[in-house]
């Protein structure tokens, strides 16, 4: 049975069969749409995982071991920090702070304690043993503060900043919305006269992901009214609107109602799903609806059913191909490392499955039902658009070689910016200059070196000198080596200090001692003389320790540094320490940092791969590799001259811009593949080349030029993100989609013309 | 055919409203009104559902312009328009008069 066969049937049974059709699918979306509203949000982070990772497993540890690696950093500021009422209050803060589910440890100078060296060794104080009430209390404070050295760690160098650092007690098993808001709520009841800002990663990703849903709540009305809007001034018909308009919203429902039967949740890259299914799901109607009218007009006697079997053989292989290329672009993420993105590319896929089996199953239906527009058989036409596209067929041919060198100038020059393209997830960045985070965490940068905090694991007997010393080579690396690893603080820290406080306060004995036992020694006296939980954060057990962590604060989350940073640390452990105790790098900012550029290498690898596939799919389709090469010509060199083009516009790639991609390569195939195959039929039907160039933008140009509109004006729903990199690249998703479409409309009529591929005439 | 076609269809809706009122009936988020005034449901609506309620507006607005559209062969883009702007209803008693005016 070949393809024809079954157009041919299909035909028949949507004639025969309509009204059962649409129940039928009516029937079917409302089974699906039952666990619509079922359907959980995901906003942890554990579920988007790769779970084999190493930095994943060794933050397993890390929680189990000590608490999370996430730490909340509160700043306050104000002219008189040290008074008697501001102190005051901070420290009922700090009790309020302490009480929050989510916050194991809290860090400030209400708790801090520091190492006075004395005639028996040292004694372990308080830095604040009571709130001063005069102005000599406040000057012992200020001269404790200096000595202990927590000017530019807890307070600030000009003394009108304090910070409370609070550890989060897990990785990943909180919700970082309710965290939020309690940390929100606490911080605005003592906020005034003071002002506090308030800095940490999980509130950055969990105001992105409100963010991202406001902005979904916000996107898919605005794409789906814009697309009304289009296809209404492209079709002036109910049928030609609302058919691709219900194909789109069935689709999308199915989509959801399958993650809800499936028991699956929405991750925040789900709210993405919407979008991308009412840029691409409506071009297979489109493409029926715009020949349909087409072959009413061009045959206004030809019956309802004559015209629909007509639309159906011609159009029903080319939609069919257009589906399969989208559907081979968002597969490709089948081999991505995070699973979300996978799970994404899966749904996508089925989305857009849906959408092309409904388009040919249940638009004909309805066509088949209500009568034509009545524009159409009045012989009013939208001659506008159809000249215009003859006369662009008829320019782009006759001027080809001029207009394929100037393509071909413009696609080199933009293809050039990709040297200059950027990698950087900084979350912060994803907010305008103004807003609360960004000021927030640009003030704890400035005065504390920054909110983000990244860890290194160590194993073994931690307090062997050989492994202390180890861990201060390695911490004297890195931070020689990064700029951006602003502070460090480790157990060796604290040995060295008791060493020197032990030795008269002597800086020069602030080093680490190399008798094991004068350690252990050193640190029984430290837990005689204190709390005993000072170290909860650093060792696993105070008297025997096996595993230890080194903290090391970065002054912002530059996720290329970030990966930076494991790359180098990575390398030195290896060349240094192979044969020693195991360190590594953990923590949510390392994961961050190299999880980005994992992600965005292996889109970029399945990027490639779906391109590579399209062509081999095209070559086969046309049975003809110069067939494949120029289906695929126009849309490559879009992807590439979109890279191109944010090079130059100095705008980074992210995870959300790299995921956004996969639409070009499966949407931007769409236009080249119609216009081919529409091309090789009416060469097929006697015309010579140039008829059938000016025929094919005649018949299907108006269908291909709509396709790509609707995607444009689709994706102009991004402008209205809060995200300014979301906002951006909106706009070269809009250009780009544009650059596919002038490809397939200008670029290719030129190169037959002017190669005359054989397969064109097989 | 055709009578086939009808009687499974209309099987199939039957079916359908059946699951949608079963399932209206056993869900448990439907926004309860006792001791509610209708203003009090009103503003409610209002405060919680504006952006929704707009949306289902202007879309019944266009099924009506399409109902208009292809059974008294209207213009779609002006039926449209029309009906956004003075109600989906007035439109079908404008054709209504314009009707029984011929």
Aim: with cysteine.
């Amino acid at each position: 049975m070949n393809l024809r066969t079954i157009t041919n049937a299909l035909f028949e049974f949507d004639a025969h069969y309509p009204r059962t059709i649409i129940a039928t699918i009516i029937l079917i979306t409302v089974l699906f749409g039952w666990k619509v509203p079922g359907l959980e949000m995901d906003p942890g982070l554990r579920s988007g995982l790769p779970r084999d990772h190493k930095i994943v497993q060794s933050m397993e540890i890390v929680d189990e071991l000590f608490s999370g690696s996430d730490i909340l950093i509160v700043a306050v500021d104000s002219d008189s920090l040290f008074s008697t009422k501001t102190l005051t209050k901070l420290f009922s803060f700090q009790d309020s702070l302490e009480s929050l589910e989510q916050i194991s440890k809290v860090t400030s100078i209400f708790n801090q304690k520091y190492i006075v060296p004395d005639n028996n060794g040292f004694e372990i104080e308080p830095v604040l043993f009571e709130i001063p009430r005069d102005s000599v209390g406040h000057q012992q404070l200020i001269e404790r503060l200096d000595k202990s050295g927590m000017i530019g760690n807890l307070v600030s160098n000009d003394y009108k900043t304090l910070c409370f650092i609070g550890q989060i007690n897990s990785s990943f098993a909180y919700d970082e919305f309710e965290f939020r808001k309690n940390v929100y709520e606490l911080v605005n009841r003592f906020s005034d006269p003071e002002y506090f800002y308030v800095s940490s990663l999980p509130i950055t990703r969990a105001t992105v992901v409100e963010y991202m849903q406001r902005d979904m709540r916000v996107f898919t009305p605005v794409a789906i009214g814009l697309c009304i809007f289009l296809l209404m001034l492209s079709f002036r018909s109910w049928t030609g609107v609302f058919l691709p308009f219900f194909v789109v919203g069935f689709s999308i429902i199915w989509t959801f109602g399958i993650m809800g039967w499936l028991d699956m949740s929405l991750a925040f890259i789900g709210t993405l799903i919407p979008v991308m299914l009412v840029a691409i799901a409506n071009n297979y109607g489109i493409h029926i609806i715009s020949h349909y009218y087409e072959y009413t007009k061009s045959d206004t006697k030809a019956s309802r059913g004559q015209i629909l079997k007509r639309t159906i053989r011609k159009v029903g292989i080319p939609i069919l191909l257009a589906g399969v290329t989208t559907m081979v672009s968002f597969l490709c993420l089948l081999s991505h490392s995070l699973p979300r993105a996978r799970e994404m590319g899966a749904l996508v896929s089925f989305g857009i499955l849906i959408a092309f089996i409904l388009s040919i199953i249940l638009i004909p239906s309805v066509l088949v039902l209500v009568p034509r527009p009545h524009f159409l058989s009045k012989g009013v036409d939208i001659s506008f658009i159809d000249s215009l596209l003859v006369k662009m067929g008829k320019l782009f041919t006759r001027y080809r070689s001029i207009v394929l060198i100037l393509l071909s100038i413009v696609g080199i020059y933009l293809a050039m910016g990709i040297k200059y393209l950027k990698v950087d997830t900084n979350p912060d960045h994803y907010f305008p200059k103004s807003s609360t985070l960004r000021i927030a965490n640009a003030k704890i940068s400035n005065a504390f070196g920054g909110s983000t905090q990244m860890n290194i694991l160590v194993e073994g007997d931690i307090f062997d000198p050989k492994i202390l010393k180890n861990i201060e080579i390695l911490t004297d690396h890195i931070k020689n080596r990064h700029d951006i690893v602003t502070k460090s603080y480790s157990i060796v820290d604290v040995i060295k200090k008791m060493h020197s406080g032990f030795n008269g306060g002597d800086t020069l004995m602030e080093i680490i001692p190399d008798d094991v036992d004068l350690i252990h020694q050193y640190m029984f006296m430290y837990s005689i003389s204190s709390d005993g939980d000072e170290f909860d954060l650093i060792l696993d057990d105070i008297e025997d320790p096996s595993y230890t962590q080194i903290l090391l604060r970065l002054e912002e989350v530059q996720t290329h540094a970030i990966a930076e940073i494991v790359e180098d640390t990575e390398q030195f452990i290896e060349a240094n320490f192979y044969d020693q105790s195991p360190m590594e790098l953990t923590g949510g900012a390392t994961l961050l940092g190299v999880l980005n550029h994992m992600v965005i290498r292996g889109q970029f690898i399945s990027l490639v791969v779906s391109v590579f596939i399209i062509l081999f799919i095209m070559s086969i389709v046309f049975r003809s590799f110069i067939g494949g090469l120029l289906a695929t010509l126009p849309m490559a060199a879009s992807v590439v001259m979109m890279f191109g083009l944010m090079g130059y516009l100095n705008i980074t790639l992210n995870i959300t811009t790299s995921l956004l991609t996969c639409i070009l390569v499966g949407v931007g195939v769409d236009y080249t593949v119609h216009f081919l195959w529409h091309l090789r039929d009416h060469v097929k039907d006697g015309d010579s080349l140039d008829e059938a160039i000016t025929n094919t933008f005649r018949i299907s140009g108006k269908g291909i030029l709509f396709n790509g509109l609707s995607v444009v004006v689709g994706f102009s729903a991004l402008l209205f993100s809060v995200f300014v990199p979301v906002r951006i690249f909106g706009i070269l998703v809009m250009g780009s989609i544009s650059f596919c479409l002038f490809g397939a409309l200008a670029t290719l009529p030129a190169l037959t013309s002017l190669t005359k591929p054989r397969f064109l005439f097989k | 055919m055709e009578h086939k076609d009808r009687t499974i269809s209309s099987i199939i809706i039957l079916i359908t409203l059946g699951l949608l009122l079963y399932a209206f009936s056993i869900s448990d988020t439907v926004y309860s009104v006792e001791g509610r005034t209708l203003k009090d449901i009103f503003i409610y609506l209002i405060d919680n559902y504006l952006d929704f309620i707009l949306i289902i507006y202007v879309f019944i607005c266009f099924q009506i312009a399409g109902y208009v559209e292809l059974k008294y062969k209207q213009d779609f883009i002006t039926t449209s328009f029309l009906s956004i702007l003075f109600t989906p209803l007035s439109i079908l008693f404008i054709l209504q008069n314009e009707v029984e005016d011929d």
